[in-house]
């Protein structure tokens, strides 16, 4: 059974950090393509940022220099280093994997973990 369990969520005020990390097991971590999506209220989920199982990485335009994702593969985990908090931020943050193969896609969802920076 595969699980992607999210934590590191949390309230944080304008300009402050956090670390969220998303624990997989169930799958090769390693040859996944692991991301982080976001939905806020009344908006649609969208991609924060991803990294391939290469190392390769993907950020949304709005937090390009601010977030940084990183994975370590000995501890099927993937991080997301939140920097420089804004209101805008505020959302559920779903871990995400993704594994393309020429005749099937293969993807896992998280359930989510709250972050809410206040002003």
């Known amino acids: 059974q595969v699980q992607l369990v999210e934590s590191g969520g949390g309230l944080v005020q304008v300009g402050g950090s956090l670390r969220l990390s998303c624990a997989a097991s169930?799958?090769?971590?390693?040859?996944?393509?692991m991301g982080w999506y976001r939905q806020a209220p009344g908006k649609e989920r969208e991609l924060v940022a991803s990294?391939?199982?290469?190392?390769?990485?993907n950020y949304a335009d709005s937090v390009k220099g601010r977030f940084t994702i990183s994975r370590d593969n000995a501890k099927n985990t993937v991080y997301l280093q939140m920097n420089s908090l804004k209101p805008e931020d505020t959302a559920v943050f779903y871990c995400?994997?993704?594994?393309?193969?020429?005749?099937?896609?293969?993807?896992?969802w998280g359930r989510g973990t709250q972050v809410t920076v206040s002003s």
């Open positions: 169930g799958i090769i971590f390693s040859i996944y393509t």
């Open positions: 990294i391939t199982s290469g190392g390769s990485t």
């Open positions: 995400h994997a993704e594994r393309l193969r020429s005749s099937s896609t293969s993807v896992y």
